[in-house]
């Protein structure tokens, strides 16, 4: 189906006048409607006699609508309008290919059902497969990962609600870094990212002027400060703020980027090649089974990196090499160090 602006209000329009049984609508009277529609929704008309005639072909066509159009003469003129005064391009059944978009879309918006603060997702959903007769048409064939009973849900609608608004947020929040005690922070909110199946949001706080990331998994509470003027964002393109990093963590200060390079095993290497570790990934054909990547080095590289245990090599810089080697070895010791007495029972 044409999804052009201008084709859609001609459509529309022309619907309109085929179903008026009580006018006659000859050509001239739907170049003139027609250019009155798109005047009004576009400011500029100027829709030919020619586009009118190809607009009707295409709605007669098994392409558009098969529309029953009458051509009835008056004397040497013609006017147009349905042999069914009911008829509507509005009222037509889904043809198979939209069913199936539309089906998809379904699919993809049941990945937020459950969700706290998500209910209307059950009415929107509900109400497509009840107007377009989808329930129940096909199998669930897909299925999204999200981890339901992750803590902090409840307050992502309200932080994506204030973050849009610009509205500033008082946070009760747990800080494992600190032992697990409550801090406070007053946070103007820029933007919400998720990652690793959990949901992260990034403000300014307001105390140390400087860009925080806080997960809503530690959130105790929030408080929207009506007082407390918004600071806007006028400096950080958050489209592009995690371009140079793996995951959602920005290292502070002036850290560069680095050249990084990673030897994997032969049957891990097809996996890494199909699933890019990061953007940046290349491949080195002169190298056996390795990668290069420009990032700066941050947590959740290291973490991605260690995931792959005894499949892959960190071969460049030296620095990280020696730091992944440090921290394999200190996990080494958690089973090499372990008295037999220790396993005794099990």
């Not at 007669?60 to 006017?79: C, F, H, Q």
């Not at 509900?126 to 999200?146: A, M, T, Y």
């Not at 009973?149 to 509205?167: C, M, P, R, V, W």
């Not at 530690?218 to 995690?242: A, C, G, T, V």
Request: charged fraction near 30%; proline fraction near 4%.
């Amino acid at each position: 189906m044409p999804t052009n602006k201008n084709a859609i209000i001609r459509y529309q329009t022309l619907d309109k006048c085929f179903r008026d049984h009580r006018h006659r609508y000859y050509i001239e009277d739907l170049i003139d409607a027609c250019n009155e529609s798109l005047c009004y929704y576009n400011g500029v008309g100027g829709v030919s006699r020619r586009q009118i005639f190809e607009d009707i072909k295409f709605m007669e066509s098994e392409a558009g609508w098969s529309i029953p159009l009458e051509r009835i003469k008056d004397g040497k003129r013609v006017y147009y309008r349905y042999e069914e005064k009911d008829f509507s391009i509005n009222k037509q059944p889904l043809r198979d290919d939209e069913a199936q978009q539309l089906h998809t879309l379904i699919l993809s918006l049941s990945r937020f059902r459950g969700i706290p603060s998500n209910e209307w997702i059950e009415d929107v959903i509900s109400n497509l497969e009840w107007r377009f007769n989808l329930k129940g048409k096909s199998e669930n064939v897909i299925c999204f990962e999200q981890n339901q009973n992750l803590k902090g849900l409840e307050f992502l609608s309200d932080i994506i609600d204030a973050t849009s608004n610009h509205q500033t947020l008082s946070i009760k929040y747990c800080n494992y870094k600190n032992g697990g005690r409550d801090m406070h922070f007053v946070i103007y909110p820029y933007y919400v990212k998720q990652y690793n199946d959990r949901w992260f949001l990034f403000g300014l706080d307001d105390k140390r002027q400087e860009i925080s990331n806080l997960a809503l998994d530690r959130i105790q509470s929030i408080e929207i400060l009506s007082e407390k003027p918004f600071i806007p964002n006028n400096k950080i393109d958050f489209e592009h703020y995690f371009d140079d990093v793996v995951g959602v963590t920005i290292p502070k200060g002036n850290v560069e980027k680095e050249n990084i390079v990673l030897r994997f095993s032969e049957a891990l290497f097809p996996y890494i090649i199909s699933k890019p570790i990061h953007k940046s990934q290349i491949i080195f054909p002169e190298k056996e089974n390795t990668i290069g990547l420009q990032l700066k080095i941050n947590r959740e590289l290291e973490q991605k990196i260690l995931s792959f245990g005894p499949d892959v090599e960190v071969v460049l810089p030296e620095w990280f090499r020696e730091e992944i080697k440090n921290k394999i070895e200190k996990s080494l010791k958690k089973y090499t160090s372990m008295q037999k007495g220790c396993t005794d029972g099990l």
